[in-house]
């Protein structure tokens, strides 16, 4: 597994302070994600702690106003409300085997940050969650969550504010405390072999779905469709239906705004569909950058796509046209979002929406189609309510959730 | 190619196109008077994941005030010294110019030496042959974290000076000087090639104490970034004169 190389994406670029950690999780992951009684563990407190296996639900309205039968993975039922248990759980195990008794995340939308502090919690880990000032802003509930499971949320003012500068200063701490701190990566992204071991870790998903679709469906789905930024949702999605040929795999980046670049910002998180190779937080990977290779700040309406980079292997799967990249921007998303609570009674993730939104622009996404409900939306509600006419009716609840 | 001097070195670092109204060429040039002997010159990248606060402001500046790998080139090739120059930046840059354009120009600018602290030694194939085409130094860093059989394969590949990291961290001046450099040079002895201790030195006393303890030579960035924020270009050549003559008293004791 360590020599997995994708297509010249991938690699291991960080200080040389921390390649002996890097080195040391690479033997702890290849004993460990095949070692029966640590599997047997984590599958267990999967089970019993995070709440798998989560149910494929067919979606009855979306199904009959888009003419085929959708499935949605309801990860946002796995505790905590999204993918993220996932990989936080296996890897604060991880910790624990290599006697590290600190964690630290760096943390986005929050779903990571607290998918961490829970795992570490359950685990009786130290845990630090690094998080950009302007997403400390938008996802009070996500940092109310951490702190009232012991963890620390840290601030991060540098730069934008938001997801990239998180890691950054993650890296810092890690190359200042690694002898007895790990790093507990939120995504497919980061030096090898953390792109490898979070696809591995979150792989259950796709494992899940294709059993699940065909005891319900009694097929495989002619699409699976899942919301990219980092794309830990989406590898985990992906990967038990690489080899089969005839499911189409959607990858739906944040279009933001707009695809067109002004200034130093891209107002889309799309690297997959527009980004330039590069090196950034310890991979070679798609970019978002300027022609000197500074990287650009991106932008989503959700803080859990808004990345400037995307995991190598994902990279690696559009380059070779497995896995077709696409874009729901800002308001694609929203109307998914509204249209999916209203329809279904499923509040989604923004993240998720994108998946979500893909179903109103693509054609042929067959007759079953799967879709990646990576979290629930619980989180958002104060963006969208700001976002939409629902403000005035809302103000009340806002009062709330401001406390 | 970088040749040390025989008596106990200074190296210094400050960030291109920091602060914004200063010349590269004039901070340069303050180096080479006030007695260094090797000066990197921070070509600044967005994302500094090995830089403390002090570096990592300085690089925001320099951004913000328009500080390109283009105009780093030409500011560093009007410096007028002999002074060896060293470029310091991280790998994204030198792999969007091209690895071997990079190179070539920094070649070309005067630049004898680059160091990249994003990139250990095990992806750095291709920028170590251009590094060899072009006749410019590749300096590594050693790291208290680094293992005996890691070090072998850094003192394999480097050449100028090794690059030894006196602390776990992030750059930045520090207060003293830590245990683990005198262990890290003390696990260094038996190679050759000149070692040079950074990260967190400030005042001639640590520099004295390095020397001391079997280092070649010292490095020293934040101090000066932040003088030079403060005080300009005098406060450089005054303070690279101090820590160079702490760094020879430490070699006379």
Request: glycine share 10%.
């Amino acid at each position: 597994m360590t020599d997995e190389v994708f297509g010249g994406y991938g690699g291991q670029y960080v200080p040389e302070a921390l390649m002996p950690a890097i080195e040391e999780l690479e033997e702890a992951y290849e004993r460990y994600l095949d070692d029966d009684e640590f599997v047997e563990e984590f599958e267990r407190r999967l089970g019993d702690y995070g709440g798998r296996p989560t149910p494929l639900y067919h979606a009855p309205t979306t199904s009959e106003r888009i003419g085929a039968d959708v499935y949605l993975k309801r990860e946002d039922l796995l505790h905590g409300g999204a993918h993220k248990l996932n990989n936080a759980l296996g890897q604060a195990l991880l910790a624990k085997k290599m006697d590290k008794d600190r964690v630290i995340a760096e943390t986005g939308a929050g779903q990571h940050g607290t998918a961490t502090a829970m795992a570490a919690a359950a685990l009786d880990l130290e845990c630090e969650i690094y998080m950009g000032e302007k997403d400390i802003q938008r996802q009070q509930p996500n940092v109310f969550r951490m702190r009232l499971m012991g963890a620390e949320v840290v601030p991060v003012d540098a730069g934008s504010g938001t997801l990239k500068d998180a890691i950054n200063e993650t890296l810092r701490d890690w190359a200042t405390n690694v002898e007895d701190t790990h790093y507990v990566i939120g995504s497919v992204v980061g030096p090898h072999p953390f792109p490898s071991m979070v696809r591995d870790l979150q792989a259950v998903i796709g494992r899940e779905t294709r059993r699940q679709i065909q005891e319900r469906a009694g097929r495989l789905p002619d699409s699976v469709v899942a919301c990219a930024g980092g794309g830990s949702n989406t590898m985990g999605a992906f990967h038990a239906f690489r080899d089969d040929e005839d499911v189409e795999l959607y990858a739906v980046e944040a279009g933001g705004s707009g695809l067109d670049i002004e200034d130093d910002r891209a107002p889309h998180s799309a690297s997959l569909n527009v980004g330039e190779e590069g090196v950034l937080h310890g991979a070679r990977t798609r970019l978002l950058q300027d022609e000197d290779g500074q990287i650009l700040e991106s932008h989503s309406l959700s803080a859990g796509l808004d990345y400037s980079g995307v995991g190598p292997e994902l990279a690696y799967l559009v380059d070779t046209g497995r896995v077709e990249p696409r874009t729901a921007d800002d308001t694609e998303a929203l109307e998914a979002f509204h249209q999916l609570s209203r329809e279904e009674g499923i509040i989604p993730a923004l993240e998720s929406a994108h998946a979500v939104a893909l179903l109103e622009k693509e054609d042929d996404l067959g007759d079953v189609v799967v879709v990646n409900l990576s979290g629930r939306g619980d989180k958002d509600l104060d963006t969208v309510m700001q976002e939409s006419a629902l403000a005035d009716d809302g103000s009340m609840l806002r009062e709330e959730g401001d406390r | 190619m970088i040749e040390l001097p025989e008596e106990p070195a200074l190296i210094t670092y400050f960030t291109a196109g920091h602060p914004r109204d200063v010349d590269v060429a004039d901070v340069i040039e303050a180096f080479e008077r006030g007695g260094a002997d090797v000066v990197e010159v921070g070509l600044p990248f967005s994302e500094p994941i090995a830089d403390g606060p002090t570096i990592q402001n300085a690089i925001t500046e320099a951004l913000d005030g328009g500080m390109t790998p283009d105009r780093y080139f030409e500011a560093v090739a009007s410096a007028d010294v002999d002074v060896p120059l060293v470029c310091m930046t991280y790998y994204n840059l030198i792999l969007q110019r091209g690895v071997d354009d990079f190179v070539a120009d920094c070649k070309e600018a005067g630049i004898e030496g680059v160091i990249v602290p994003d990139l250990p030694v095990e992806e750095s194939d291709e920028l170590h042959e251009a590094c060899r085409r072009h006749d410019v130094d590749l300096v590594f860093i050693v790291a208290p974290t680094t293992t005996d059989e890691r070090v072998e394969r850094i003192v394999d590949r480097v050449s100028g000076f090794l690059y030894v990291q006196a602390r776990l961290g992030t750059t930045g001046a520090r207060e003293d000087v830590s245990g683990e450099t005198y262990e890290a040079l003390d696990g260094l002895r038996g190679y050759e090639v000149p070692k040079a201790v950074g990260f967190g030195v400030s005042e001639p006393e640590h520099a004295s104490e390095i020397v001391e303890g079997g280092a070649d030579g010292v490095v020293a960035g934040s101090v000066f970034v932040d003088g030079l924020e403060r005080d300009g270009v005098e406060f450089v050549e005054e303070k690279a004169r101090e820590l160079k003559q702490g760094a020879v008293e430490g070699g006379d004791s």
